[in-house]
């Protein structure tokens, strides 16, 4: 079993920063792709990036490309998400997510692991 928790969210300007940082504990040499996904009110969870654990390859949403940065640590198991520029309609509750299988894209269906989410509001 694999348990993920999240830190980092809160209020700020837009065009402002965050970071939101996501810990797992368990049985994480299992885990191949590591993801943040966002869930604004009334709409369904989608993918913002994910990054793959041993080789570190990233793929992003095209509505954050060059403005957010996914990373893990040299323990391969925390990862963040460093969010810069941030608009209004980043607004959400954001999830990070993990899954044994590759990674495949941003899908959510791919990932079985899932943190409690935290609120980043712009």
């Known amino acids: 079993h694999v348990q993920l928790v999240e830190s980092g969210g809160g209020l700020v300007q837009p065009g402002g920063s965050l970071n939101l940082s996501c810990a797992a504990t368990?049985?994480?040499?299992?885990?191949?792709?590591l993801g943040w996904f966002r869930q604004a009110p009334g709409k369904e969870r989608e993918g913002v990036a994910v990054?793959?654990?041993?080789?570190?390859?990233?793929e992003y949403a095209d509505s954050v490309k060059g403005r957010f940065i996914i990373s893990r640590d040299s323990s391969k198991t925390t990862w963040s998400l460093q969010m810069n520029n941030l608009k209004p309609e980043d607004t959400a509750m954001y999830y990070c997510?993990?899954?044994?299988?590759?990674?495949?894209?941003?899908?959510?269906?791919?990932?079985?692991?899932w943190g409690q989410g935290t609120q980043v509001t712009v």
């Open positions: 990054i793959t654990r041993i080789h570190g390859g990233t």
């Open positions: 997510a993990t899954s044994r299988a590759q990674c495949r894209g941003l899908d959510v269906a791919d990932f079985y692991y």
């Open positions: 368990g049985k994480t040499n299992v885990l191949n792709c």
